[in-house]
């Protein structure tokens, strides 16, 4: 018998989601759907949001260091590590393009098929799901993925009451090798006036 | 079904374009890739993997996957090759003469893989600004891009540093593509 986590429940801690389960995702999730540890095969090194018509910075975070010791890595973190609360200046909701820059490191194996899947909702509803493939990860490489989203206008309307209701634009993201998760993390979004 | 129904049903859904930029390490893939998108191309270090941007432009989803192209890193180039609809291959044109040959038989190898048939080539023969570059048309000559019969080519002479003919040889190579995919719906 399979088990098919839904949004709702939590998985049992054999079970593997896919991304054919988290596509059928309407709500953010509750819990999250894989341990920390189930991620043995890539580093965050990078991200960064800019906006692009300016090329100014909007947020960055970086490892100060790119050397990683596959052996010896710390998976023990606790659940508040997989959760960014990002506040954005009311000024971001009016940019044109937002270009969102991951660097990662990939493990000594290499990956064979690498697949990211990041569901935005406000409200408790869909608004947007991005689905990409980076498919094969060279040995110990080091990969920069950036992604400009021209963004959709807002009338002064939708601003409004995106800046009243700060922690309601919430996103999960999944990332997949061979189709089964390795990671799952959580963002909100408040915009300060 | 006329012409301008099929452009409008073609509008309608999200149109995706894979673009590959390969070369020899050096030739200044990832300064292009960067200068198209308006970065920062003061810092650029050999890229040891790939570096993807994802972007809209004249109304296409674009994907475009630089990989590294040190001689390490050239046989994993065949595990980017699915689902290309345009190779930029990049030269230094200032490179040494003896690394000429190399990037022929590099480019001309590429040309018989059959997963990469059916897409449109760009030579970029970058680095136009350096004192001593080869010209264009003599890049065109020691690559012997005359005896490419399977695919569309082209060759444009350009400056990832100054910007120069960026646009123009991304411009042929979008523009080759869709004419493609128009014919093909």
Redesign the interface.
């Known amino acids: 018998m399979t088990v098919t986590p839904s949004a709702k429940t939590s998985p049992a801690a054999t079970a593997s989601v896919s991304p054919d389960d988290v596509l059928k995702h309407d709500r953010p999730t509750e819990k999250f759907l894989c341990p920390i540890n189930a991620n043995a095969f890539i580093e965050f090194l990078e991200f960064r949001i800019r906006d692009?018509d300016t090329?100014q910075v909007m947020f960055e975070v970086k490892r100060p260091s790119y050397e990683i010791d596959w052996n010896a890595r710390d998976l023990s973190g606790s659940d508040e590590l997989r959760t960014i609360n990002y506040t954005f200046p009311a000024a971001f909701l009016k940019y044109k393009?937002v270009?969102t820059t991951l660097v990662f490191a990939?493990c000594p194996a290499g990956i064979s098929n690498f697949r990211m899947i990041e569901r935005h909702y406000f409200k408790g509803k869909l608004m947007k799901s991005f689905d990409?493939t980076?498919?094969?990860?060279?040995p110990?490489?080091?990969?920069?993925?950036?992604?400009?989203y021209?963004m959709p206008p807002l009338d002064p309307k939708q601003i409004e009451e995106m800046i009243e209701s700060p922690d309601q634009t919430l996103s999960d993201s999944f990332y997949f090798v061979d189709d089964t998760l390795i990671m799952h993390n959580k963002a909100s979004y408040r915009y300060a006036t | 079904m006329g012409l301008l129904t099929v452009l409008k049903k073609l509008k309608q859904k999200e149109k995706e374009i894979r673009i590959l930029i390969l070369g020899l390490d050096n030739a200044g893939k990832t300064t292009i890739l960067k200068r198209i998108n308006g970065e920062d191309i003061s810092t650029i270090s050999p890229t040891l993997g790939f570096n993807i941007k994802t972007l809209d432009y004249n109304g296409y989803k674009l994907n475009i996957w630089d990989v590294g192209g040190q001689k390490s890193i050239r046989s994993y180039w065949r595990n980017y090759f699915e689902q290309t609809d345009g190779l930029v291959w990049v030269v230094d044109s200032a490179d040494r003469p003896d690394r000429f040959a190399d990037c022929k038989a590099e480019l001309h190898s590429l040309l018989t893989e059959e997963r990469l048939a059916g897409a449109s080539l760009l030579i970029f023969a970058n680095k136009q600004d350096l004192p001593g570059a080869l010209s264009s048309e003599e890049i065109a000559k020691l690559l012997d891009l005359k005896a490419i019969q399977t695919h569309h080519w082209q060759i444009v002479g350009c400056s990832a540093v100054t910007g120069d003919n960026l646009l123009t040889g991304m411009d042929w190579v979008v523009t080759d593509i869709s004419k493609r995919i128009y014919m093909l719906d």
């Open positions: 692009v090329n393009a270009g990939v990409f980076f498919g094969f990860c060279i110990g490489s080091v990969n920069t993925w950036e992604s400009v021209t």
